[in-house]
């Protein structure tokens, strides 16, 4: 890397020209938060074919099942208890469903009282991951108690889900959180290994990237909330807000226009990243090539089936002056994953690991 990590006073005002006046601002909504929230926890796909989804990731990743809930299988990510969840679409359209995030002192009453006060009101309609997330559209709230026949404990295991203004569905759960039974679903069996060895190695979750109808709100809607701090900007006004460690949320508003990777609906979850020890384009290509994911052609439009890609985030949009590689490539639904360095925190350098915070 060399000078690529140094990243100097003119360069940072330069390139990320609105990353000056956020410190501030992002502290005093870290302070005044009722949520405080600690990395990602997981994050559920909804898919075509179950069986056919968890032998791929499998297959790609080596993830053992670190739980299951009913029809709906968990993938353990690195050393857990994160994780993956593969849950069938049903009737619907595949997608990334829901996002959960770990939260310190985990209660489900205070973190009601804390969405009642910003407007988000009680529903019982059950959303189509395996029979959690929840339905009714934008800033509403449902906690789900998980019994015994989808692995929680015999009083339930509570779930809590919220939508926010553009109806995107975030769960809050205990950092220990392992899709298992207790009051705190933590308690899960010894997990269970992967019939494959993997050809890729995970470590963690890195981020996700949400489309909406308007960026700015959304920004402000979740540092309000769970006092997220801005960690980089991808433009002047693309702030990445951490989640803990190097992990960040992404809010891009539009629906996503002028974004390099796959446009989607306003109100979807474009895509999620996970992370690697080593990154190196070059080679995690082959290895995704091997694996019979192909080159995408055409830049334009959605990207199909299993087809990979690179972006090159140039300075302009808080990038390498010569480019930060970012990966992605798509799942058997069409799903979008990207993969980048353990390091990798939204910022510039060419692994993306120089950020303002």
Known sequence: MGSNNVLTRRRLLRSLPAVAMMPLASRAF???APIR???INHVTLSVSDV???VDFYQGLFGMPVISRQGM????????GPQFLGVSSAGAGRPDINHICLGVDDF???RITAALSQRGITRTDEAGNAGGGSLGGGPMKMRVRMRGPDTGGTREGTPELYFSDPDGVVMQLQDPRYCGGGGALGNVCAPAEPSPKKGLIALRGWSHCTIFGSDGARANSFYQDLLGLRVQAHQG???PVLGVGGVQFLMFAGGAGRGRASTPGPAGSINHLCMNMDG?????VIKTLESYGIKPRGSAQGPAGPLVHYISMRMENRGGAKEGTPELYFTDPDGLLIQLQDTKYCGGAGVLGDVCAG
């Open 30 to 32: 870290a302070q005044t």
């Open 37 to 39: 929230v600690r990395g």
């Open 51 to 53: 069986k056919r989804s």
């Open 72 to 79: 709906t299988t968990n993938l353990q990510i690195g050393a």
């Open 107 to 109: 209660n489900v009453d």
């Open 236 to 238: 002047p006004t693309a």
């Open 279 to 283: 990154f190196n384009p070059d080679a």
